[in-house]
């Protein structure tokens, strides 16, 4: 396989990653909002809001790598300018970006891999947390929503008047 190909593998492969983890971290705070909605303040949420913010970190590590991948592509351009109008000056400064916003790139992508995983550690901590809560203490109704307008008051229906339903004394 030739060095162009490998590298353009290389390339659609960590897009490929990045969109991934960008499109989990707003999943997975949904996520989060959905399954936690419903339940009453106990101790076991506190780990959620830890996850929550470690995947927005997540998600906005991986916007600051795709801008930071644009700076080096960039630098990049800079380079082969002044590499052809053998400008020294200017190719010495296209090269430092090039190389600052490489090596940021990749620290912002394994920032948003790590932020990814670490959220969904304190999520799991917090539900494992929330179960073994439940189970200690079933009969507490603290942490159940009971209060809930739908099982709080059962609707009670009319009685049947239909004329089919109807009995006759004869």
């Known amino acids: 396989m030739s060095d162009e190909f490998l590298h353009q593998r290389h390339v659609d492969e960590n897009k490929s990653i990045r969109n991934a983890f960008l499109a989990g971290a707003p999943a997975a705070i949904a996520f989060a909002f959905h399954e936690t909605a419903e339940r009453t303040l106990a101790w076991s949420l506190l780990p959620v809001p830890?996850?929550?913010?470690?995947?927005g970190a997540s998600f906005a590590s991986g916007i600051w790598a795709s801008r930071q991948l644009?700076?080096?592509?960039?630098?990049?351009?800079?380079?082969?300018?002044?590499?052809?109008?053998?400008?020294?000056?200017?190719?010495?400064?296209?090269?430092?970006?090039?190389?600052?916003?490489?090596?940021?790139?990749?620290?912002?992508?394994?920032?948003?891999?790590?932020?990814?995983?670490?959220?969904?550690?304190?999520?799991?901590?917090?539900?494992?947390?929330?179960?073994?809560?439940?189970?200690?203490?079933?009969?507490?109704?603290?942490?159940?929503?009971?209060?809930?307008?739908?099982?709080?008051?059962?609707?009670?229906?009319?009685?049947n008047t239909s004329p089919a339903r109807r009995t006759r004394n004869t």
């Open 50 to 55: 830890l996850a929550i913010l470690a995947w």
């Open 70 to 159: 644009q700076l080096a592509i960039k630098g990049n351009v800079g380079m082969n300018l002044a590499e052809r109008e053998e400008n020294e000056e200017f190719y010495n400064r296209a090269k430092a970006t090039f190389e600052g916003a490489r090596d940021r790139t990749w620290a912002f992508q394994e920032a948003q891999m790590w932020l990814l995983f670490v959220g969904a550690a304190f999520y799991l901590v917090g539900h494992v947390w929330y179960i073994t809560e439940s189970a200690s203490s079933p009969a507490d109704d603290s942490r159940v929503n009971v209060t809930s307008p739908a099982r709080a008051s059962p609707v009670k229906s009319a009685p």
